[in-house]
Structures are given as structure tokens and as C-alpha cells.
């Protein structure tokens, strides 16, 4: 045998690194069964309770993403199973909740989320299904999803059910700002669960809904000066550009200025965070992009048939994208962001406190 190929059988470690791997494999698998029949013994508990309208009220929905949980041989892989409260007011008091007592809590800060609500159809389905979906940007800068369930892009009895699971799971410290649509049952679901976090309108769908009012002779014209709005270096800038399109277009395109003009400070929140993050911060694309290929993907698939398969085979798609999602720039940023640094046109702004004093003469 060369000598070379009889180094790589005895290098050190490398059995150890296989036998680590077989019995992360084995705890993986334990965990999913426990997890799994907890989950059960959970819905037998609950299974006599009925809505008003006579239906199970505790009911399986699913899984959770897929998270890490650290144990004696390093960090396992798990899927939480998800359960619903069907019966569940719309505030968050009496919501039966399913947290496995085996699995520690969901404790995870994200500095910035994107939500979007995601349309698709099954082969076998009349109407389209709306998938809700939500990433998260973690402090160190990369991108998870964080959650995916299926429900009404407008319902925001639909968004607030995921917030609040969001928040059950360990959640608890809010993030800094979402990235969503104009769709108001999440921003109104947002208000509820989590107030203190700074509302930014996406610019392209704005864009889009903004060109849709006028003619398409107008269009490439208004599409420039839309640009000039959200791409100036300030924010004084961007907003004397927004005021000079509303005037332009209010008196012959009224609908098209008055769809602009309903988000004004929704719509420039971004400036009030490190330019390094604006480009991530103005539109939901992180959502966007990594739908067109599941687009792709679900569209040509035979087994996609109902709402519910094609649910499964779109989680999957998500869960394996996102590790090729890209970081976020500026990641020396983020600590800042996180302990509540002011930053004004991108620019971090410096409290007396932060200079140095002054030499003595």
C-alpha cells in the first residue's frame, strides 16, 4: 500500500471524527422519536377539546424549521412538531402551546427579519396557496429561517399565530426592524406582538404597485425617479425626491402618487441604520430570490399534488437554500445595532459621553 494512503487511514482523529458522526447520527435519532411521541402524548391530552364550530381544537401542523440543540457530543440537528390552537382568541391569553420539556428553549436574537407571504399552486388545488414565511439576521450576520407555516398573506390572525410561536420558542427580545410588503394583517400582527420594532416597506414591491397605476408610457420615467428616492446618500435627499413625485403625478396620476405617499416614514426607515445594511434592509429579496427557484422546482414537480405535499417539498427546498444564503455585509455593524447605537443617514452618531475630552491648554 502506498505510503501516502496508509498516513490517511491512521491520521489521528479520523476515527474518532467517524465515531463522533455515528453517535450524533444515534442521538439525532432518539431525539426525533421522543420529541415525536411527546408530541403525541400532547395531542391525546388535548384531543376531547372542540372549537365552536365542533372541530379538533389542538390539531398537528406540521414542523418547526429545523434547529441545533448542543449536547455532550456537539450540536444534533432536531424538528420540532408544530401544533395549532384552533380555538385561540386573538390575544395571547389561554393559547394552548406544545414546548417539548426535552428540548431547551428556541433563545436566539435576530437583529432583523424579513416576512412575505408566498403564493404557489399544487397540481390538485383550486386556488393557490399562500405560504408565510419569515428569515431572521442573527447578530454575527447570516440569514435562517426563522419561521414557515401556511395561512393568508392578508390574515393577521394568520401572521400573529406565527409571531407568538416565534415568541413561545424563545424569542423574546424583539428585533430591531422587519422587512415586509404593504400587506397590513402583518404589520398589524407586528403592533401586537412585537411594538417596539421599526417598520421598513420593501421597495420593490412599492415600486411595483406604484407603476401599476400608471401607463405604461410613463412607467420607465417614474421608475427613475422612484430610484432617485430610495438610492439617495440621504435622507433629506430622498425625501425632497419623494415630495417632488408626489407633486409631479398628483394632479393627472392621483392614484399612483397616494400609493407612494401612504408609507412615508415606512418607506426610509433603512436611514436610520448602517449603510452597509441598506441594500439588505429595502426590499424582502432575501425571500424573493429563494422563492423564484422553488418556483421553479414546484412547478415542474409531478409529486407536488396537494396543498399539504407541496407545503413538505417547499420547506425542503427553503431548508436546503439557506446554506448557501450569503451573509449580510457590515457584520461588525450588527453589535452595535444590537445595543442601540443611533445611527443617522448610515453614519453612526457620537454621544458626548463617546468623545474624547480635550487636552488641557
Known sequence: MPKDNVTKLIQPGAFEDALTEVLRNGVR???????????????????????????????????????????????????????????????????????????????????????????????????????????????????????????????????????????????????????????????????????TTIEQRCWVHKTANVLSKLPKSQQPKAKRRLHDIWMAETRVEAEAAFDAFIEAYALKYEKAAECLAKDPEALLSYYDFPAEHWKHLRTTNPIESTFATVRHRTIRSKGCLSNKTALAMVFKLVEAAQRSWRRLDGPNQLPKVVLGATFRDGLEVATPADRQPEAAA
Open 29 to 195: 435519532a432518539l431525539l426525533a422519536q421522543a420529541i415525536e411521541a411527546e408530541g403525541a402524548e400532547f395531542l391525546d391530552k388535548h384531543r376531547d377539546l372542540r372549537t365552536e364550530d365542533g372541530r379538533q381544537r389542538v390539531v398537528r401542523h406540521g414542523h418547526l424549521p429545523e434547529r441545533e440543540v448542543m449536547t455532550g457530543i456537539g450540536p444534533v440537528a432536531v424538528r420540532q412538531p408544530r401544533v395549532r390552537d384552533r380555538g385561540a382568541v386573538a390575544s395571547d391569553d389561554g393559547r394552548i402551546r406544545f414546548t417539548p420539556a426535552i428540548l431547551p428553549p428556541y433563545a436566539r436574537h435576530y437583529v432583523f427579519v424579513w416576512a412575505d407571504g408566498i403564493h404557489l399552486q399544487a397540481r390538485l388545488e383550486e386556488e393557490k396557496q399562500c405560504i408565510l414565511v419569515m428569515i431572521g439576521a442573527t447578530p454575527e450576520g447570516k440569514k435562517e429561517l426563522i419561521g414557515f407555516t401556511d395561512g393568508t398573506r392578508e390574515s393577521a390572525q394568520d401572521w400573529r399565530e406565527l409571531l407568538l410561536d416565534l415568541k413561545a420558542r424563545g424569542l423574546a427580545i424583539a428585533p430591531k426592524l422587519a422587512v415586509a410588503d404593504g400587506a397590513l394583517g402583518f404589520w398589524k400582527a407586528l403592533g401586537e406582538v412585537w411594538p
